[in-house]
């Protein structure tokens, strides 16, 4: 095993495998790639823990138009991913999404917000609570004053045959995954020259990719760069409901911050704490009380049958939060120019996977952003503290 590689990525769940899928699957790019991962089995990781959805409405066109990018990979994720003439089951259901309006401020949010998913191509419309009741007749219309409602290209999948498409196409491809965790990172000259592992293996790197996930904050330390990323709690909750609706059921979301969709037979649904302080990089604790004290209530007031409901499973999750802004971290610092981030997704890390790898993929090999120009999304903006205003933050 090689104690040197063109590109070493610190962890190796959903966005360190699409940093290699592209990588190695870029003809320009004659490097080598090797993805330093503690756990194999991810069962500690929110790629496995993640509830898999995918959308256009954001309402900041560089948002839009990663996950636009995303959609794109999803309908052609079979020849993207085979090998050998197989690919995961991606089993992906568009749904749309559904944001629910409780105040004419939110209804003018709304459709600001849409004028400018229009100019990005995503063909969101507005209802009226009347089209609302008729569109989706088991909601209680008069809870709001109106909504908004995406294409069927939004929805869900099976998020572990996603991760799993990739990284098997990378493996495939030449690149090598270590099982280890990296716990320094060697600098010299402004540049960082390889990763220290657990293990006391050192292995020299001519790039080295911050995919730590929630843990990225650690990682950035190692090479004295402060990143506003921190862990925080999500739950993800699984019910069952005692009369069956028959219509769509969209990944809808409530003025109150909680989401719900039909996940085959049952129903998947979760919310922001409240309160949402940091926690501990090894807490993955379910929160039973956010079903019955907030979640319930809320999903009852806008489904009247949820008002019997009955909890299936539940699992815990974190998000990889940007406490600055919400969105992602994307590129290099000059202190340290060949150290990357991909970090800070707040949730949507799988949804902007394959947009980020492409991206990762081009600044190492071209220098710059070709598909998609991310800067906006650049460290620069951590050390100036100027947030990119996304207010589809869910």
């Not at 650690?218 to 999500?234: K, N, S, T, W």
């Amino acid at each position: 095993m090689s104690d040197a590689y063109d590109v070493v990525c610190v962890g190796g769940a959903a966005i360190g495998a699409a940093v290699a899928y592209y990588l190695t699957e870029n003809p320009d790019f004659d490097g080598t790639v090797g993805i330093i991962e503690p756990d194999p089995s991810y069962e500690l990781a929110q790629t496995s823990r993640a509830q898999n959805s995918i959308r256009e409405q954001f309402s900041h066109p560089v948002n839009i138009a990663i996950s636009q990018y995303g959609l794109d990979f999803i309908d052609n994720f079979v020849e993207n991913t085979e090998v050998e003439g197989q690919a995961p089951e991606l089993n992906y259901r568009g749904t749309g999404y559904l944001f629910l309006a409780g105040t004419d401020d939110d209804l003018a949010l709304f459709h600001e917000q849409m004028l400018v998913q229009h100019e990005c191509g995503a063909m969101t419309r507005m209802l009226t609570p009347a089209e609302v009741a008729a569109e989706f007749p088991y909601m209680d219309a008069t809870q709001i004053v109106g909504a908004r409602m995406g294409t069927m290209r939004e929805g869900s999948f099976d998020g572990w045959a996603f991760f799993q498409g990739y990284r098997q196409r990378a493996i495939h491809s030449g690149a090598t995954y270590i099982t280890d965790r990296v716990i320094d990172i060697d600098i010299a000259a402004g540049r960082a020259t390889g990763v220290v592992l657990e293990s006391g293996r050192r292995i020299a790197a001519g790039h080295v990719v911050n995919a730590a996930g929630p843990r990225a904050r650690l990682i950035a330390e190692m090479v004295g760069l402060d990143l506003p990323v921190e862990p925080r709690a999500r739950t993800s909750f699984v019910f069952d409901c005692r009369t069956k609706i028959e219509h769509n059921v969209p990944l809808t979301i409530t003025p109150e911050g909680v989401h719900f969709r039909r996940e085959q037979h049952h129903f998947m649904t979760g919310a922001v704490p409240d309160p949402d302080p940091a926690i501990a990089y090894d807490d993955w604790d379910v929160r039973p009380d956010e079903f019955e004290e907030q979640i319930w209530p809320t999903v009852a007031k806008y489904v009247p049958v949820f008002d019997q409901i009955g909890q299936v499973t539940a699992w815990g999750g974190q998000y990889a939060y940007n406490t600055l802004d919400h969105n992602l971290i994307i590129g290099a610092a000059p202190e340290v120019a060949n150290f990357i981030f991909a970090n800070g997704f707040s949730g949507h890390g799988l949804q902007q996977g394959p947009a980020v790898g492409r991206a990762v993929n081009e600044l190492i090999t071209y220098g710059e952003f070709r598909t998609i120009d991310m800067s906006v999304l650049s460290y620069e903006r951590i050390r100036r503290n100027e947030p990119v205003h996304e207010k589809v933050v869910i």
